[in-house]
C-alpha cells in the first residue's frame, strides 16, 4: 500500500471532527452563552434549520481542502483560521439573528469562498514558488533579537514606570488604560510591544525548547509575564503554556483533525468547568471570547455595511484618497452599535474586514491577500524545523481572528514574524549533541516549495484536492 493512502484516508476524521465541533459550539452557544451575555449582543434566534445544515454542509467540504497532517506553516495557519474563524462565522452568523436569510446565505458562501482560495493558492505556492532567502550569522541573528526584546522593555519602563503586582484576569483594564496612556510618551512602542510578545520573546521560548536549554525559556517566560504585568494585555500571558503545549503536540507530523476535536472538548470542559465552579467564567473566556466572538462580530460588520459606506481602505493605505465616510474608527463604529457607547472597540477578523472595506468582493479579496500571506511564510520558514513555523506563528493567527491582515501585519508583528523566519539560522534548532554545526552556519539555498531537491528530503505533492 502506497505512502499517500493512509494519508488520504485521514479525511472522513477532519470531516467528522469538524461537524462534531460546529454541533458543539452551536449548542455551547445557545445555552451557556447566549443566555448570559445576549445584552452584549450574543443572542440567539431559532435558525432556519435549512440555511444552517447547509452551512455544517459546507464546512464539512472545506475541511477536506485541508491538508491532512501538518507539514509547514501554511497548513497551521489554515488550520488555526479554520477552527477559529470559519466555523464561527458560518455557525454563530446563523444564529445571532442579525442578518436575512439572503446575508446569511452570501455571507456563508464568500466566508467558504474566501478560505478555499486561500488554500488553493498555498498549495499552488507548494510547488511553484521559489525564493533565495538571505544569510545571516546566527550570533548577529540572535543578539538582533535580544537587543529587540531589551530596546522594548527599557522604553516601556521609562515611559509607563514598573508594576510588579499581579492582578486578576479580570481585573486589568485600568492596567491597559495606564499603558495606552503612556504611549503618548513614545509612540513606536505600540508596534513594539506586540512584536516582542507575539514573535520576538515566543521565538526565544521556542528555541530554547528545541534545543532543550531551560535558560532561554526561564529568561522569555520572565519577560513575557514582566510585560503582561505593564500592559494587562492577557494574550501575552497565554502564551506561555500555549508554547509549552505545542511543543509536547507537534514533535511529529500529527493529523490536522486533532485541532477541531480538541477546541469541541475545550467548549465541553469549559462548561464542565462552570457547572462544577458554579460559575460562567470558562465558558465566558474560551467558548464566548475566543470562538463565538469572531462569528458575532462578522454578522454585526454585515449587518452594518450591507446598509452603510464601505470603507475602501480609506483609514488607511489610500487616507488622503479616498474620504473615510464615519466620525471613529470602523471598530469603536461597531462597538457603538452593539453596546450604544464609543468607548468598545469591536475588532474582526480578517474576512469581516473585507467586507468593511469592500462588500462581498472584499472577502474574496482578503482571501487573496491570505493566501500570498501563507506563500511567504512557508518560504520564510523553508529549511527551518516545521514545529517553528508552528508555534511562531500560532499568536499571530490567533491575531487573524480579530485584526485585518494589513494591521496584523504593522501593528500586531506579522510581518516581523515573518521578517524573523527568513533570517533565521537553519542550523542550532537542536542541542549540541545532535546538531555539532555552528549555528548558522549552513548558507541557504533558493528551492522550491515542494522541489525534489529540498533539503528537507519531502517529496513533491501533486496540486490535487484530498
Known amino acids: 500500500m502506497s505512502a499517500a493512502r493512509p494519508e488520504r484516508q485521514l ?34 434566534v431559532t435558525p432556519n434549520y435549512a440555511l444552517l445544515g447547509l452551512a455544517v454542509a459546507e464546512l464539512g467540504a472545506l475541511s477536506l481542502l485541508l491538508p491532512a497532517r501538518l507539514r509547514k506553516p501554511s497548513d497551521f495557519m489554515l488550520l488555526m483560521i479554520f477552527a477559529t474563524v470559519v466555523v464561527p462565522v458560518l455557525t454563530i452568523g446563523n444564529v445571532i439573528g442579525l442578518l ?18 486561500a488554500t488553493l493558492m498555498a498549495r499552488w505556492g507548494h510547488g511553484h514558488v521559489t525564493a533565495t532567502l538571505p544569510h545571516l550569522p546566527a550570533r548577529w541573528y540572535w543578539a538582533g533579537v535580544g537587543a529587540f526584546i531589551a ?37 513606536p512602542l505600540a508596534y513594539m510591544v506586540p512584536a516582542a510578545c507575539y514573535v520576538a520573546i515566543p521565538l526565544v521560548i521556542i528555541r530554547g525548547l528545541h534545543r532543550r536549554s531551560w535558560v532561554p525559556v526561564v529568561v522569555g517566560i520572565a519577560c513575557q509575564g514582566f510585560i503582561y504585568l505593564q500592559t494587562g494585555f492577557k494574550t501575552f500571558l497565554f502564551a506561555i503554556p500555549v508554547l509549552l503545549v505545542l511543543t509536547v503536540l507537534i514533535r511529529r507530523t500529527i493529523p490536522t483533525a486533532l485541532l477541531p476535536a480538541g477546541l469541541a472538548a475545550g467548549v465541553v470542559g469549559a462548561g464542565i468547568l462552570d457547572v462544577v465552579t458554579n460559575s460562567v467564567w470558562f465558558s465566558s473566556l474560551f467558548t464566548r471570547r475566543f470562538l463565538a466572538t469572531p462569528g458575532q462580530l462578522a454578522a454585526n460588520y454585515v449587518a452594518f455595511f450591507d446598509e452603510h459606506r464601505f470603507v475602501f481602505l480609506s483609514e488607511g493605505l489610500l ?3 479616498i474620504t473615510y465616510p464615519y466620525d471613529m474608527p470602523v471598530p469603536f463604529v461597531i462597538g457603538r452599535e452593539i453596546h450604544g457607547v464609543t468607548t468598545n472597540s469591536s475588532n474582526v477578523n480578517l474576512f469581516g474586514d473585507g467586507f468593511a472595506q469592500a462588500g462581498w468582493p472584499g472577502m474574496l479579496i482578503a482571501g487573496v491577500a491570505f493566501g500570498a500571506l501563507l506563500i511567504l511564510v512557508d518560504l520564510a520558514a523553508k529549511g527551518l524545523p516545521a514545529s517553528v513555523g508552528f508555534m511562531l506563528m500560532f499568536l499571530p493567527c490567533i491575531v487573524l481572528g480579530n485584526a485585518s491582515i494589513l494591521t496584523a501585519m504593522l501593528s500586531h508583528g506579522l510581518a516581523a514574524a515573518v521578517l524573523l523566519l527568513a533570517l533565521a539560522p537553519r542550523a542550532g534548532w537542536t542541542s549540541a549533541r545532535q546538531d555539532p554545526e555552528e549555528l548558522g552556519g549552513e548558507r541557504r539555498e533558493g528551492v522550491m516549495l515542494g522541489d525534489p531537491r529540498d533539503p528537507d528530503g519531502a517529496t513533491p505533492r501533486p496540486f490535487v484536492l484530498r
Do not use: M
Open 11 to 44: 479525511w472522513p476524521w477532519n470531516l467528522a471532527a469538524t461537524v462534531a465541533y460546529s454541533l458543539t459550539l452551536l449548542i455551547a452557544y445557545a445555552h451557556l452563552v447566549a443566555p448570559v451575555y445576549s445584552y452584549l449582543g450574543y443572542t440567539w
Open 100 to 117: 436575512t436569510t439572503a446575508q446569511i446565505a452570501l455571507l456563508c458562501f464568500f466566508t467558504g469562498a474566501a478560505f478555499a482560495v
Open 151 to 187: 530596546a522594548t522593555i527599557l522604553i516601556l519602563v521609562a515611559v509607563g514606570g514598573v508594576r510588579l503586582e499581579f492582578t486578576g484576569l479580570t481585573e486589568v483594564y485600568d492596567i491597559r488604560d495606564d499603558y495606552k496612556t503612556s504611549l503618548a510618551a513614545f509612540p
Open 319 to 321: 487616507r488622503g484618497l
